[in-house]
């Protein structure tokens, strides 16, 4: 059994995929797990991350921009497909990524080194000229400054920094650390987060970090869709009003061009509430996923909370709930009002294809009787006709007879004319008789298969 066993194993060994048709996203997928990983950090460091938004042209236009940055200052560039990238410069870490409609910057440094005296947020010289060098076209949203330090009294080191009326504390899972921030921007734009290092691994802290630094970046991406929510309220609200209005004067409309008016001006609602929903669509729905990532960011780093001090998640609970619920509220709204619309658009293209209908078969009606009134003349002025004709053939008959008569032939001329009178009247009119039906037998045919 041992010998098996191995002569099996050193068959496996031999295996390789080569004969196989791969699935052209197989790589992407099985990279996807290893995608953005934690990058091991040691206190103390500062921070600084900025978060601009871009898709489409501008963001490859901005990454076009990092690679040029790259290569001007002699470091490898990213790959093509690469959604990620660090690079050194010296003793500062810059750690770009792009995402679908935003793109970080993150410069780490150490502030080991620094004097004791140093503010809260003193950037590396180095950082600051070369962010001054990375230009970007994109519109800048989030911009945070983090700090990781070792001691024992958080609560004391963060009320010097804070704003005390909006500081949150917890405790990390664990109690290796603890994280402080009021989310408010200071005097020059960033938003400030104190890391306090009760010895916390380099694995532990660097996933600790990006944890942080992704709650505050997703929390003001999910508030994005407030503004739209905000800005729709009104639109929305006007069109509900309208909408009710044009169901008001449904009720008493009368006549097609009446409700053809309704139905276009009802048709005009619709297209301007639709842009609205196609518009605000992706945003509500970002929201909602960025929030669901606030949420999940959370309960992965949030242990016991410090005394006398909201934890992250119950200060981000009374200002972000609210904002989402507007969200989904307006997003449910807009639903609501599209069903609505849709429906009564349909009530009113059902009346007017009823009055369309009760037009055409008035109007079938009046050709019908016109027909009639046709046919009836017809019959007249083909009974005139035959006579008519009649007339004719008698005289011509007439004409033979007097030739027959002259020539010797024993006849009377007024009675064979008068004989043939009936025969030439009744031959004429059969013939006109076959030739109408013979006329209308089609119509009959395919007004029965109509039926």
């Not at 080569?18 to 460091?45: N, Y």
């Not at 097609?256 to 509430?273: D, G, I, P, Q, Y």
């Not at 242990?303 to 904002?323: C, I, N, Q």
């Not at 294809?353 to 109007?363: H, K, M, P, S, W």
Request: with cysteine.
């Amino acid at each position: 059994m041992r010998l098996w066993l191995d002569r099996e194993a050193s068959v496996g060994d031999q295996l390789d995929l080569a004969s196989f048709k791969l699935h052209p996203e197989r790589e992407a997928v099985l990279g996807e797990v290893h995608a953005r990983p934690f990058t091991g950090l040691v206190s103390s460091l500062g921070m600084v991350r900025f978060v601009f938004l871009a898709k489409g042209d501008d963001a490859a236009s901005d990454r076009r921009r990092f690679i040029d940055f790259c290569r001007e200052h002699k470091v490898t560039p990213p790959e093509p497909s690469a959604k990620h990238h660090q690079i050194r410069f010296g003793p500062v870490v810059l750690r770009w990524e792009q995402h679908s409609e935003f793109a970080t910057f993150t410069w780490i440094w150490s502030t080991t080194n620094s004097p004791a005296a140093r503010q809260f947020g003193d950037v590396h010289n180095s950082v600051q000229s070369l962010v001054r060098a990375l230009s970007q076209a994109g519109e800048l949203l989030v911009a945070i400054k983090l700090e990781a330090e070792r001691g024992t009294c958080p609560a004391e080191r963060a009320e010097q920094l804070f704003d005390k009326s909006s500081l949150a504390m917890v405790n990390v899972k664990g109690g290796a650390g603890v994280v402080a921030s009021d989310f408010r921007a200071d005097d020059k734009g960033f938003t400030r987060i104190l890391v306090y290092d009760r010895g916390l691994t380099p694995h532990d802290l660097g996933a600790l970090v990006q944890r942080l630094l992704e709650i505050e970046t997703y929390r003001s991406l999910a508030l994005l869709g407030l503004s739209t929510a905000l800005e729709l309220a009104p639109s929305v609200d006007r069109i509900d009003h309208r909408l009710v209005e044009v169901l008001e004067e449904m009720q008493g409309a009368e006549g097609l061009k009446v409700n053809n008016h309704l139905l276009e001006e009802l048709t005009v609602l619709a297209v301007s509430f639709e842009k609205d929903v196609a518009g605000s669509l992706f945003r509500f729905g970002a929201s909602r996923a960025y929030n669901e990532l606030v949420q999940s960011r959370l309960s992965i780093i949030e242990g016991e909370g410090v005394a006398d001090y909201p934890t992250w998640s119950a200060f981000l609970a009374r200002r972000m709930a609210p904002a989402i619920r507007t969200c989904a509220t307006m997003e449910e709204r807009q639903a609501n009002l599209s069903d609505k619309l849709a429906r009564a658009a349909d009530l009113l293209r059902t009346r007017v294809d009823v009055e369309i209908e009760q037009q055409n078969r008035d109007l079938l009606r009046s050709i019908n009787e016109r027909t009639r009134q046709q046919l009836r003349l017809q019959s007249t002025v083909e009974g005139l006709s035959v006579g008519a004709i009649g007339y004719y053939v008698v005289s011509l008959f007439a004409y033979l007879a007097k030739g027959a008569q002259d020539v010797g032939l024993h006849v009377e001329p007024t009675s064979v004319t008068a004989a043939f009178v009936p025969i030439a009247v009744g031959v004429i009119w059969l013939v006109s008789y076959n030739v109408r039906k013979r006329h209308l037998r089609p119509d009959d045919a395919s007004s029965r298969a109509g039926e």
